[in-house]
């Protein structure tokens, strides 16, 4: 269903039990990142008034998600940490060439936002088939659920502002991309690292 060209390797999530708080720090930031996404497109393009609507919607549930995943961080005895890059979507946004009229940057922000949506999801699943806690399974299997169908939003924008077939086509090219980026990460405990 994602599309994804490399699924992550299994092992990862080993990597991830061995610090669970590094994990969730990194997501609830990836969730704060997430809602801004969103808050960025309804000021980029306010003249789209179903996308508006809906990024309003995405930023107050990836919000909500930020305060879930805040709230986990806290019954730990832990605090939220330091802001992180994130490698995998600096690299990510290399792809897409800087500038060209308002639709091609627009589908390309929404292409990029699918792709880091799925694999999120990805992520998520093998965390939630994975993890030795079945509390945090069930929480991560939750998300994923939410993922997909951010995923499916972000290409369906895409779909619909863009010419489909050019659309369609610059989504491959983005997934084999990112097939390469995902061949020298994974050996961090970060949902894309």
């Given at each position: 269903?994602?599309?994804?060209?490399?699924?992550?390797?299994p092992?990862?999530?080993?990597?991830?039990?061995?610090?669970?708080?590094?994990?969730?720090?990194?997501?609830?930031?990836?969730?704060?990142?997430?809602?801004?996404?969103?808050?960025?497109?309804?000021?980029?393009?306010?003249e789209?008034?179903?996308?508006?609507d809906?990024?309003?919607a995405?930023?107050?549930?990836e919000?909500?998600?930020?305060?879930?995943?805040?709230?986990?961080?806290?019954?730990?005895?832990?605090?939220?940490?330091?802001y992180?890059?994130?490698?995998?979507?600096?690299?990510?946004?290399?792809?897409?060439?800087?500038?060209?009229?308002?639709?091609?940057?627009?589908?390309?922000?929404?292409l990029?936002?699918?792709?880091?949506?799925?694999?999120?999801?990805?992520?998520?699943?093998?965390?939630?088939?994975?993890?030795?806690d079945?509390?945090?399974?069930?929480?991560y299997?939750?998300?994923?659920?939410?993922?997909?169908?951010?995923?499916?939003?972000?290409?369906?924008?895409?779909?619909?502002?863009?010419?489909?077939?050019?659309?369609?086509?610059?989504?491959?090219?983005?997934?084999?991309?990112?097939a390469?980026?995902?061949?020298?990460?994974?050996k961090?405990?970060?949902?894309h690292?």
């Open positions: 269903m994602l599309g994804l060209k490399l699924p992550t390797d092992r990862w999530v080993n990597l991830v039990e061995k610090n669970i708080d590094e994990i969730l720090t990194d997501h609830a930031f990836c969730e704060q990142k997430a809602a801004s996404t969103a808050i960025s497109l309804i000021v980029s393009f306010p789209f008034p179903e996308l508006v809906e990024m309003v995405l930023s107050r549930e919000m909500g998600h930020f305060k879930m995943v805040h709230d986990r961080i806290k019954a730990r005895g832990r605090t939220l940490g330091k992180r890059k994130d490698d995998y979507v600096i690299e990510l946004m290399k792809f897409f060439p800087k500038g060209g009229d308002r639709t091609s940057q627009l589908v390309h922000r929404l990029y936002a699918a792709l880091i949506e799925a694999r999120s999801c990805e992520r998520f699943r093998l965390l939630s088939e994975q993890l030795k079945p509390d945090l399974a069930e929480f299997r939750k998300l994923m659920v939410s993922e997909a169908g951010h995923y499916t939003l972000f290409l369906k924008f895409a779909r619909k502002f863009g010419d489909r077939r050019e659309v369609d086509q610059k989504w491959e090219a983005l997934l084999e991309y990112e390469g980026i995902m061949k020298n990460l994974g961090k405990e970060t949902v690292g």
